[in-house]
């Protein structure tokens, strides 16, 4: 499989490093603000820095109907360098994406970089030149939805992220929840397999 990396950088229009780091590190976001983007997005565990998500990804968002295309990420935060990597596995052909996202402070704004590392078919790598500038439009269409939540946010103030994912949308706390109550407390077999010597 080959592979393209791509480099995309934005600035914000404002220079708090804070705010820019939390909407970098924000997933709680994903569902309602690019919505046109994802299918699904559902966290698996969200312990510490690192989190582990699961993504139904339109790979033309700015279509009416868009391929879709399922991943699981493992996400690693390191706050103290304003940045995150992850890499995401396809569940379709198990390829890997590797994704950086860094914030750089200026004077007067922040640059986000974010370095991607796909893996491609022959057939897209071929036709990268068109096909890239699609992807990228995908990405101008989220950067969209965040710059306005980040102006949003720098006229708040707001350096904490609001959290707005039901505790449905963690397995880890589904499973908290649920395990002892439908299992170990009142377990009541349907079927019985009690296979004998
Ligand atoms: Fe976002």
Redesign the pocket.
Known sequence: MKRINIRRITRTSQNDINIARE?IF?YT??LY??KSSFNDFRVISDKKNTQIFYYETKIFNWLPFSPVMKFISIKKLIHEKNMFSQAYINLKNKSITYFKCYLKKTDTHIKIINDFSLPVNKVTFLLRKIIVPLINLKMNV?WK??EE?LNLRNLNNEKDSVYCVPSTFNLEEIKEHNFQKLIEDNFEPDFLFDIKK
Do not use: G
């Open positions: 909407i924000d976001h994903f603000l690019h989220m939805e965040d939540m």
